[in-house]
């Protein structure tokens, strides 16, 4: 491989004279190149090829869309719960209530992007058939980007709404009002199907200000983080990274103040309480590990309105939405799930950026689990 070498940009945060972070030169990976990368690793832990191929689409079509917070990023603190038993490999959904419209699985701390895919073509396969389906997973290990999940289900012409609450490790949001860590970055997401000419809404986001992997993206990067993102031990704002990964630890700030906070609290209940894993009170064990929980509501729009009128109305909608004039001539208004269709066309065909830090964690993350030196020798860089 002969991935191309640039350097990162050097942004006028990273120049601030407070800063000691060491700006680190990434390189462009085909992602063909990191699949492969990141399925070998899989494979050398026990995966089956499917399983395998299931978590390395996930975590490249995460870089891909511009989310590398839950990209390959993520394969040194997987190979890492797998040495501590976090994670076990070539585990499944495991049906423990069905009734009606509600399904709900045991992720059985199998990989997440496993269980929950299994999860959630139970919820479609439902909601083709009878029109809705309440899905439930509990105990799964990190499921990555959840609109993956959403995609699915609007392929299927279906309406998701998925709400997530994550356990494991320290609380790493404040609550509105607060000065220390008390949820982690609970994600939603809302999907709803496209139409022809209209690709479908798909907003996908943590209920952080901002998501954890991406200051730890920062962080391997070398860059501070903008304004308003981070509190340190004491609660008093800061701009650096490091203080989400050292001791004393700071915490995010929870996404539009109070409403955030709102969210963040709603996943806890609907994702964590009632997939009967729990929330993040005190008692649910801290073990370094990263468990998520899902609930997901996937129904068929067409069972409430007239296909062609809803087909009208979003198209409609969105060119309303779109009409407004830009605050800056250069960014137009885009729909949510429009930033990371474009950043897939570009990283397809000019390749992903992998910081030079992340590429060696990974690169340890194979030998860790007994790959040689040879074996990854095709990945020199
Ligand atoms: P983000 O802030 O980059 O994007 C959030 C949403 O806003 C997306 O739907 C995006 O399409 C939309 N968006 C972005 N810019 C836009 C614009 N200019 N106009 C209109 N819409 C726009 O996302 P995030 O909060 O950093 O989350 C990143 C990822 O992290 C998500 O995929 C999320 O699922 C994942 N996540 C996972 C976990 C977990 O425990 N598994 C926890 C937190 C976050």
């Given amino acids: 491989m002969s991935p191309k070498r640039r350097k990162t940009k050097n942004s006028a945060a990273a120049k601030t004279?407070?800063?000691?972070?060491?700006?680190?030169?990434?390189?462009?990976?085909?992602?063909?190149?990191?699949?492969?990368?990141?399925?070998?690793?899989?494979?050398?832990?026990?995966?089956?090829?499917?399983?395998?191929?299931?978590?390395?689409?996930?975590?490249?079509?995460?870089?891909?869309?511009?989310?590398?917070?839950?990209?390959?990023?993520?394969?040194?603190?997987?190979?890492?719960?797998?040495?501590?038993?976090?994670?076990?490999?070539?585990?499944?959904?495991?049906?423990?209530?069905?009734?009606?419209?509600?399904?709900?699985?045991?992720?059985?701390?199998?990989?997440?992007?496993?269980?929950?895919?299994?999860?959630?073509?139970?919820?479609?396969?439902?909601?083709?058939?009878?029109?809705?389906?309440?899905?439930?997973?509990?105990?799964?290990?990190?499921i990555g980007r959840v609109g993956t999940y959403g995609e699915r289900a609007v392929a299927q012409g279906l309406v998701s709404l998925s709400f997530v609450n994550v356990l494991g490790h320290k609380p790493t949001v404040a609550p509105y009002g607060g000065s220390d860590g008390r949820f982690i970055t609970n994600p939603i997401c809302f999907a709803i199907p496209g139409t022809d000419g209209l690709p479908p809404f798909v907003l996908d986001m943590a209920t952080s200000v901002i998501a954890l992997g991406k200051v730890r993206v920062a962080m391997n990067?070398?860059?501070?983080?903008?304004?308003?993102k981070l509190i340190d031990h004491r609660g008093?704002?800061?701009?650096?990274?490091?203080?989400?990964?050292?001791?004393?630890?700071?915490?995010?700030?929870?996404?539009g103040e109070h409403k955030g906070y709102g969210l963040a609290y709603t996943c806890e209940i609907l994702a964590g309480i009632l997939s009967a894993t729990g929330s993040i009170q005190p008692k649910t064990p801290r073990t370094g590990g990263i468990i998520n929980n899902m609930l997901s509501v996937i129904f068929d729009p067409v069972r409430l309105v007239d296909r062609n009128w809803f087909h009208g109305e979003l198209k409609a909608l969105a060119k309303h939405v779109?009409?407004?004039?830009?605050?800056?001539?250069?960014?137009?208004?885009?729909?949510?799930?429009?930033?990371?269709?474009?950043?897939?066309?570009q990283r397809?065909?000019?390749?992903?950026?992998?910081?030079?830090?992340?590429?060696?964690?990974?690169?340890?993350?194979?030998?860790s689990v007994g790959m040689t030196a040879k074996q990854l020798a095709r990945w020199n860089t």
Avoid at 41 to 51: D, P
Avoid at 221 to 228: A, S, V
């Fill in 17 to 142: 004279k407070k800063s000691a972070l060491k700006l680190q030169p990434t390189i462009l990976v085909p992602h063909e190149e990191l699949r492969a990368y990141t399925m070998a690793i899989l494979r050398h832990i026990g995966s089956t090829a499917k399983e395998a191929q299931i978590v390395a689409d996930h975590l490249v079509d995460a870089n891909l869309t511009g989310h590398d917070s839950h990209g390959v990023g993520m394969m040194p603190r997987y190979i890492q719960n797998f040495r501590n038993g976090f994670v076990t490999p070539n585990r499944h959904a495991k049906p423990v209530r069905r009734d009606g419209a509600f399904l709900q699985f045991d992720g059985q701390q199998g990989f997440g992007q496993v269980v929950a895919q299994e999860a959630t073509d139970k919820g479609i396969a439902k909601a083709k058939k009878s029109g809705l389906a309440l899905v439930s997973l509990g105990n799964a290990h990190h």
């Fill in 221 to 228: 990067e070398g860059r501070l983080l903008p304004e308003g």
């Fill in 236 to 255: 008093k704002p800061t701009r650096d990274p490091r203080v989400m990964f050292s001791e004393p630890l700071g915490a995010l700030l929870p996404l």
């Fill in 322 to 345: 779109k009409a407004s004039r830009p605050s800056d001539p250069k960014s137009p208004v885009l729909m949510p799930g429009d930033p990371e269709r474009a950043t897939m066309a």
């Fill in 348 to 367: 397809r065909r000019d390749g992903v950026p992998v910081d030079r830090t992340t590429w060696t964690e990974i690169r340890n993350a194979g030998l």
